[in-house]
């Protein structure tokens, strides 16, 4: 594909593991059956999808029958924030917080346009919602708190558990969408009190165009996309057969090789920080130093946009979280919500490590930068 | 798998080909890219998915960009009805069959209980529609007509030119739910009239979890998942690039093979209906005699559920249409819709065919079905 190219855009998408391919070609072969189909070959698909349930169930630690598969992790979040609305129409307030995915901040805004009243709490200058604030937030009309686990851009974990027990004592529904957080970290529903979890195959080596929502036992959820009563009524269409198989042995993959993989990325990430801090004076890092998941490198580069960076070095595949409106850059969201001015917001790259990188790749990547830093300073210097 | 078992239940789902899943591969390997990103390995992503876009869009005959990817048929049928009535809320009033599948049924279903009317027009005897009908049940304040191109149970074909007529004369907006005619017959959208037509990728030898929604320019819809701005702003989610890719090569083989392919399984059809209707005395066909799906032979056996008789014959992979409620058999309600008397009703067997089906599968799958109807007689007439 592109040989000199190296990938650092892990919290955008990941690669399918080898042995997540092996696995889902046989249902992409000869085990085609429909899993609602009475004969050898809808049992055959049957036993797959129930099987590959277990293992999401067991990443997470919840029961089998507490997974819902479903197309990824926007329709998770969309099922778990218009499912739990729907079910409890006499409660019309949420509590979300500034920093949400489009996932989950869109489906609020919908709420917000069809009379609920939406509360969005703040972060902090480390990019975390504050518990207290989130607690504050919440009213006995409250049915539901969703606050993402893990932020996309900055890596920065959020107090889910301790947002997710005063949810509980005012008995609103606590969701949270771990798209990101999902394989990277230990993670299990119960330490964290939800009600449910969102999790996106292609953010954990699985393929796109598949997830999964926890939903906890005895927790009222209405489905969202609506036909026939596939996954116990709550998501209708034919099972992603393949994919939810290649879902489920990501998940086992996940599972085993998490805290090895956790340290070893960690390390390169924290050593791709320390090169590019040595050779770029004035770069800051965006989040919490520690309260971070460990394959993710927020930095700002002075006075010079992450778009010009990134544009300068094309043997870096990594994002900036910035939108490009009407020819206009606007900073990221995330970012400026942490209270970084906007004009050294725009300084953003994002950085994000996996199983492939490697202490080489992490070598090149920041001479790269620091190259393509440099030399976009001389040029303003010498107009 | 089941060497001996036949499949005759494509209207349920079909293998994927070959060639798609050869497709798919380097999609799920190195070309892991998320089509938004802006580097090397997105760009890589957004093409593939543009060339499939093209190839879905020339099996229907319409413009690239009037294709939308969505995670199946149940997900382009929710989008349809739900995206155009909460664009349309000064209308009030849906056209609908009564002989939906559920993912039209379902929606249709919960804009009645939110305060939409909705008009189920029924079927003949022959199974169709009657477009005069279906134009007499349309008032000036319709939103949405949505009427399927061909029952899934029957293969019955409706008149949805007809009726699209009709609900352009009225200003509403019409849909056709096309999953089980796509890639059966020769379709476009020009010659249908229809605004918006729903195509499911496991019904045409492309994988599960993947379908499209064709949106005629300039038609007013709003998205039903919400987050970020994928597929121009209509269905967020990082595009399943792999399945994408091949529901592409899958469009792009039918539109090759259709006539000929649609010509070789009608006689295997046929030749199966004669078989049967030679060895069952009673047999009867449901649904119209020639208006049908090349591919499917929906038959009543006489005085014995068809649930029993594909019991009696494991060699063969087929449904009933029936579902079992509380260990009660009902019918399927497609049958009883066009006037078929319960009890008869439930002796209602569909043999769907496919690429697969050979001339021996025919005659095999004809004498299994016919020694278990004789058996299933036999010991009902000894009791």
């Known amino acids: ?56 169930a067991m990443l997470i630690g919840c029961d089998a029958h507490e997974i819902l598969f479903t197309s990824g992790g926007t329709e998770s979040n969309n099922l778990a924030i218009r499912g739990t609305t729907e079910a409890r129409p006499e409660r019309r307030h949420v509590v979300t917080s500034a920093i949400e995915h489009p996932a989950v901040a869109a489906p609020c805004a919908w709420l917000e346009r069809h009379g609920w009243d939406v509360t969005r709490v703040g972060v902090d200058g480390d990019g975390r919602v504050r518990p207290d604030a989130a607690a504050l937030a919440m009213r006995d009309d409250t049915a539901l708190v969703t606050i993402m686990h893990a932020n996309n851009e900055t890596g920065v974990l959020q107090p889910v558990a301790e947002v997710a027990r005063a949810a509980r004592e005012r008995g609103a529904v606590a969701h949270t969408d771990a798209a990101q957080s999902v394989g990277k970290i230990p993670i299990t529903v119960r330490s964290l009190g939800v009600d449910l979890l969102s999790v996106a195959g292609h953010k954990l080596y699985a393929p796109k165009g598949v997830g999964a929502l926890y939903v906890r036992r005895d927790t009222i959820l209405r489905p969202f996309a609506l036909g026939a009563g596939h996954e116990r009524g709550l998501r209708p269409g034919t099972e992603n057969v393949a994919s939810i198989v290649g879902l489920g042995v990501a998940c086992e993959r996940a599972a085993r090789d998490l805290a090895a993989e956790a340290a070893r990325v960690r390390a390169l990430r924290d050593e791709l920080w320390e090169r590019l801090l040595a050779s770029v004076p004035g770069l800051a890092l965006n989040g919490h130093p520690t309260e971070r998941l460990p394959n993710t490198l927020s930095v700002r580069f002075p006075g010079v946009p992450g778009t010009a960076v990134l544009e300068a070095a ?70």
Chains 1, 2 share one sequence.
């Open 1 to 56: 594909m592109s040989e000199s190219a190296i990938y650092l855009d892990h919290n955008a998408t990941t690669p399918v593991l080898p042995e997540v391919v092996d696995a889902m070609l046989p249902y992409l072969r000869e085990g085609y059956g429909n899993p609602s189909s009475a004969h050898v070959f809808g049992r055959v698909a049957r036993e797959a999808v129930d099987e590959a349930r277990g293992r999401v």
């Open 314 to 383: 094309p043997s870096v595949a990594a994002s900036t979280g910035s939108a490009c409106h009407d020819g206009y850059q606007e900073p990221p969201a995330v970012i400026v919500a942490m209270g970084v001015p906007p004009p050294d917001a725009l300084g953003a790259v994002r950085l994000t490590l996996g199983r492939g990188t490697t202490g080489a790749d992490i070598e090149r990547a920041a001479a790269a930068l620091a190259l393509a830093w440099r030399s976009l300073v001389a040029q303003g210097s010498a107009r």
